[in-house]
């Protein structure tokens, strides 16, 4: 038997089928979307986004497909993060990764709701970001690299390698969080080893070249570099300022000596942004800050470049050697 379907009735039939495959997509929920506030530039901390979206990978979440990432650079000025953290806010982002203290802290001001994750370099219940380790409480948690806490290993590492040095300098940014800190606690270092210790700060590039003149005039034997996200974002020039002054150097991570120093000591910076990322991820699924305790560094690497060796005239200690992690030829 025929059916016959009246012109009127076919075309409001296809236009319903038409419609459905649009009301089942206005259905689906929208791709979450994360903020990732820095106070410095995209190419220098390319690497750390990499790290942070491989953590975010393994907890099923990957860029573009199922998650949308808002980068916000600051590009060195620290001024600018406040306004930045609210533009992330203003784009209803599920959640802010933060690096560094600058970062973390314009975005805890901004926020007492949505999720932060960060990584720092002190202690972040000091620094006023949470409660405690274990329960941070409120909506922060994240990564402590803890790299202050390094600088009595750092400076003994040093006179394993000049150990006629008499005195050595420490270059700190005096607007970082933790300088006095550490810059106590880099005396202290220097004292127990009976070194002499002068404290020289940097805030510019320009501030830079005048530090390292200066240590040269002070008769430094050698050099420690701080913690700090200005000084990270300055790793080239500060490697190449220590090779043309002849000033051996350690550093707190890894990519000082990959961009030519001439050792480093410290925590993995990119396996703490991996962590942030897993903690990004967890959160996406639901859980909350509150109940993530603060995650501490547990992975330390001895890096020495032997290139920076040989320019600067130094036999690393066959002691010394076989503690590396690394050794780049």
Request: overall charge neutral; aromatic content about 6%.
């Amino acid at each position: 038997m025929a059916i016959h379907i009246g012109r009127r009735q076919f075309i409001v039939t296809v236009s319903s089928a038409a419609a459905w495959p649009l009301v089942a997509r206005a259905q689906q929920p929208a791709m979450p979307v994360i903020g990732f506030l820095n106070s410095e530039t995209s190419t220098g901390y390319a690497p750390m986004a990499a790290a942070f979206r491989q953590g975010l990978s393994e907890m099923g979440f990957v860029e573009g497909r199922n998650v949308t990432i808002e980068y916000r650079w600051a590009e060195g000025h620290s001024d600018r993060l406040s306004t930045l953290a609210a533009d992330l806010l203003r784009h209803q982002v599920a959640l802010i990764a933060t690096a560094g203290v600058s970062s973390s802290l314009a975005a805890k001001s901004a926020t007492t709701t949505t999720p932060i994750v960060f990584s720092v370099a002190i202690d972040p219940v000091a620094g006023g970001l949470v409660a405690s380790l274990g329960r941070p409480g409120g909506n922060v948690t994240g990564v402590a690299n803890l790299g202050v806490e390094l600088v009595q290993k750092q400076v003994e590492m040093l006179h394993e390698v000049l150990p006629t040095a008499v005195t050595i300098t420490g270059l700190v940014n005096p607007t970082f969080a933790g300088s006095e800190t550490e810059s106590k606690d880099l005396q202290a270092a220097a004292r127990k080893l009976a070194l002499g210790m002068h404290i020289l700060h940097a805030s510019t590039e320009q501030d830079l070249a005048t530090a390292f003149s200066t240590m040269v005039r002070l008769g430094a034997a050698a050099l420690v570099v701080s913690v700090d996200s200005f000084l990270f974002s300055q790793r080239d020039q500060i490697a190449a300022l220590a090779i043309r002054h002849k000033m051996p150097a350690i550093y707190y991570v890894r990519e000082f000596a990959a961009a030519g120093g001439l050792m480093s000591y410290g925590p993995s910076v990119i396996e703490g942004y991996r962590q942030v990322g897993i903690y990004a991820g967890r959160i996406l699924k639901g859980e909350k800050p509150a109940d993530l305790p603060v995650l501490q560094s547990t992975k330390f690497e001895l890096i020495i470049n032997l290139s920076a060796a040989k320019v600067l005239g130094l036999d690393i200690p066959a002691g010394v050697l076989a503690l590396a992690d690394e050794v780049i030829e």
